[in-house]
């Protein structure tokens, strides 16, 4: 895999068996994102949005999380 350094926002109710890389699945009724880590190992990135964690702005075209995420537990 090669590493990204923007994900493509997929609005779904669940994720994929399998995620792509470089996409962001966000799921609203589950309010949770997850991706493949941005590295370019294709480990799985599982974001729960809530206001005591993270939360997901998306203008049209593009969505960021906030705080960043960060890998710091992924090998």
């Known amino acids: 895999m ?6 493509r926002p ?4 669940t994720f994929p068996n ?3 890389a470089g996409l962001l699945y966000v799921s609203i009724p589950y ?5 493949l880590c941005c590295c370019g190992y294709g480990h799985e990135v599982i974001t729960p949005l809530s206001p005591a964690q993270w939360s997901v702005t ?9 705080p960043s995420i960060g890998n710091w537990s992924l090998p």
């Open 10 to 13: 997929v609005f779904t109710e």
């Open 58 to 66: 998306y203008d049209g075209e593009n969505a960021s999380l906030a």
């Open 2 to 7: 090669t590493a990204q350094d923007t994900l």
């Open 18 to 20: 399998t995620m792509d």
């Open 31 to 35: 309010r949770t994102c997850g991706h």
